[in-house]
């Protein structure tokens, strides 16, 4: 199920089911973080969760919605699920039905505020930028 070289931290976060998709994580992407939301009367609603594939969740969200959704994605990284665990749990006096929050605009702000410098943080967290630490401390060694 998974490309030889995956570390095991993405094994343990992406077992069969545990990704909101029954068949698993597929081999060909890195999950992201996204902030689903729209406004109303002052409020915004809204729902944290990951997804290697967001556009196909989004439209899957927005079906379901009857109203019509922004959407943030996150950048791209194998930390995906315990961000979204640790923000939901931030984030759980805010929860009014099933995976949906609701808050006031300014706190909201915040919230988007925290996910903008996470996403900076986290653009670094890709598999080129591994390999690229990975082979600078292979030449360490070499050299050394």
């Known amino acids: 199920m998974f490309k030889k070289g995956v570390s095991a931290n ?19 992407s890195i999950p992201r973080v996204y902030l689903a939301y729209y406004k109303s009367k002052g409020k915004y609603t809204f729902k944290i969760g990951i997804s290697s594939n967001c556009s196909a969740r989004w439209k899957n969200i927005q079906s379901s919605s009857p109203k019509k959704l922004h959407f943030i994605k996150f950048n791209p990284t194998f930390h995906a699920l315990n961000i979204e665990q640790k923000m ?8 009014f039905q099933g995976e949906w929050l609701k808050m006031k605009e ?3 702000n915040l919230l988007k505020s925290h996910i903008q410098i996470t996403s900076d943080i986290l653009s670094k967290d890709t598999i080129k ?16």
Do not use: H
């Open 10 to 28: 993405v094994k343990t976060q992406w077992k069969k089911g545990q990704s909101g998709n029954p068949n698993g994580r597929p081999t060909n």
């Open 88 to 95: 939901l749990k931030e984030y759980k006096e805010y929860n």
């Open 106 to 108: 300014c706190d909201f």
């Open 129 to 144: 930028e591994r390999i690229d630490v990975f082979a600078k401390e292979l030449m360490f060694f070499k050299n050394n």
